[in-house]
């Protein structure tokens, strides 16, 4: 079983479309987050949630919206996309009290034309 | 602000040879994890090592090593009898133990040469 997955890991999309990205943990993990690795591989965090509740929010457009039904998922979504959203998009998992190892998924590359 | 620089973009190393990557950080708290992950080019970030910062001796795992300086700031990973399947991009990162911050270097690509 694959610890943290995400889906699709591809999407190519047109400019101005809608697309989401869903992440699960089955590790029992109490923190999860959405990272943005440009074509530079710059690792960026947008998004942190602890069971559920949003705590850390970077500077991030308002077109991405994070949605946390239960701590095992953590879903992204985007809205009017743009050539700047082209990025590799990952989930990532820790428990908050362990030992600080962030477990992530593969990665969901996102193509906007 | 807490930041993490990997100053070298790239580094290349003989096969079987030895090769050090640094890491420097800059933060103000006294309890906090650092790490080395690596990510091949299937893409998947895999942890390397991490070492917690109240413990003075340095962590290794197998062929890999730190050598971490808490005074200066300083955290490198020394990759020993360099294989193949060690090039990547290595990516030091930091975390205050007890918060959500985990901020990452820009990463630094090894390349290993046959």
């Known amino acids: 079983d694959t610890a943290v997955s995400q889906t699709p890991k591809y999407l190519v999309t047109q400019m101005g479309n809608d697309k989401s990205i869903k992440c699960e943990q089955n590790?029992?993990?109490?923190?999860m987050y959405w990272y943005k690795q440009d074509s530079k591989k710059f690792l960026k965090i947008m998004f942190s949630y602890n069971n559920k509740e949003l705590i850390i929010n970077e500077t991030v457009p308002n077109r991405f919206s994070p949605k946390s039904p239960d701590k095992a998922h953590l879903n992204l979504h985007i809205n009017s996309l743009e050539l700047g959203d082209s990025a590799v998009y990952f989930c990532a998992s820790r428990r908050l009290a362990g030992t600080g190892e962030l477990f992530f998924g593969e990665g969901s590359r996102l193509t906007v034309l | 602000a807490q930041t993490v620089t990997q100053s070298q973009p790239e580094m290349s190393v003989q096969e079987a040879e030895t090769v050090t990557l640094s890491c420097t950080y800059d933060?103000?708290?006294?309890?906090?994890?650092l790490f080395w992950y690596k990510q091949p080019p299937s893409r998947q970030m895999i942890l390397v090592i991490r070492?917690?910062?109240?413990?003075?001796q340095n962590a290794t795992e197998n062929r890999f090593s730190v050598n971490f300086q808490k005074a200066a700031k300083s955290f490198s990973l020394k990759i020993s009898d360099s294989q193949l399947g060690d090039a990547a991009m290595y990516f030091c990162?930091?975390?205050?133990?007890?918060?959500?911050?985990?901020?990452f270097g820009t990463g630094t690509r090894l390349k290993v040469l046959a």
């Open positions: 590790l029992g993990h109490d923190t």
């Open positions: 990162a930091y975390s205050p133990s007890g918060t959500y911050k985990y901020i």
């Open positions: 933060t103000s708290e006294s309890d906090y994890y």
């Open positions: 070492q917690e910062a109240y413990k003075q």
